[in-house]
């Protein structure tokens, strides 16, 4: 898209939705975002921040863009305080053999500087392989203040209110950009698009300041445990 092509509205008012309206405003649009909740309110505030593909298709694009993901996140941990990123290191498992299972992301584990197979004395018991390396994890509620106030620096203006169909934005616009995410099961309408059952709870950090992540190949459970500044982020499986 070239700039200045005229009025683009974004519905959704989460990381994707500002994220989108940061861009499409610092190049040049005149960009208003439509949201029906604050930003604190949205999944996204409530998202893990780890900068990982994870279960996302199609996989030739979907490594593009986590690794083009991680390179701006990379950039914005030189302003942990401003922006909510900070580099941290981990290790993702699984209970898969090393090659067992070729799952698309080749192309990810050669882009991350430094990730190299986890050693068998740095993986917990019952898992068979890993990945250790040094990523982007972000705090959420801070990184959408700052998507907020990056917003308003480029000229881009967000209303809080409820949005009931694309028709009904609530003005006439060049480009209309749906970033919805679950609100889209009823304004597209899409009935295929329904929330997944997930347990997420914040406790004391005792010390730990590397992540961790359990997540198998064909497994519908993730446990991860992630230090954020304000504590620590466990997510247990599913009972």
């Not at 893990?48 to 298709?57: A, E, M, Q, V």
């Amino acid at each position: 898209m070239t700039s200045d092509t005229g009025d683009v509205w974004v519905i959704g008012g989460g990381v994707i939705g500002l994220t989108s309206a940061i861009a499409l405003a610092e190049d040049g649009h005149r960009v208003r975002v439509v949201s029906r909740d604050a930003a604190e309110d949205t999944t996204s505030a409530v998202a893990g921040g780890l900068c990982w593909p994870y279960r996302i298709r199609p996989y030739d694009r979907a490594v593009r863009w986590s690794v083009r993901s991680f390179e701006v996140f990379a950039e914005m941990t030189r302003r942990p305080e401003e922006t909510g990123s900070r580099m941290v290191t981990g290790t993702m498992t699984s209970t898969g053999r090393p090659g067992a299972a070729d799952d698309g992301l080749a192309a990810w584990y050669a882009a991350v500087p430094g990730l190299r197979q986890a050693c068998a004395d740095e993986l917990p018991a019952g898992d068979l392989s890993g990945w250790r390396a040094r990523t982007p994890l972000v705090d959420m509620t801070a990184h959408l203040r700052y998507l907020e106030r990056r917003l308003a620096a480029a000229g881009g203006t967000l209303e809080r209110r409820e949005v009931v169909s694309l028709e009904g934005v609530g003005g006439p616009a060049d480009v209309l950009v749906n970033c919805s995410g679950l609100g889209a099961h009823r304004l597209v309408p899409d009935g295929a698009v329904r929330p997944v059952q997930g347990q997420l709870v914040v406790v004391e950090n005792p010390g730990i300041e590397e992540w961790f992540v359990a997540a198998s190949p064909g497994e519908t459970d993730t446990t991860y445990v992630l230090p954020q500044p304000y504590g620590l982020v466990p997510a247990p499986p599913c009972p």
